[in-house]
């Protein structure tokens, strides 16, 4: 919450500040089902923040080495 709002939490009184963000967060979760999500292949994983380092280490060494094949020209000479 602190990412998305920090301005907005910002301007509210330190008293409102803890009650803001439950509300906030409260709403980001009737909003978002990341199971759902999940199953509509919008999300690939749900990772654990305790491995989340290693996953993303894993899929950048995966992209790292994938071979693209590059597409055929379609001119020789470009139009000028």
Do not use: C, W
Not at 10 to 19: G, H, I, T
Not at 53 to 76: D, N, W
């Amino acid at each position: 919450m602190n990412a998305v709002y920090f301005n907005k939490i910002q301007e509210k009184p330190e008293s409102e500040r803890a009650a803001y963000v439950q509300q906030l967060r409260d709403e980001y979760k009737a909003d978002i089902d990341i199971y759902k999500l999940a199953a509509e292949q919008v999300v690939d994983a749900i990772v654990p923040g305790d491995r989340l380092r290693a996953e993303i280490v894993k899929r950048l060494e995966a992209a790292a080495h994938r071979e693209r094949p590059l597409t055929p020209k379609r001119r020789s000479v470009t139009p000028v």
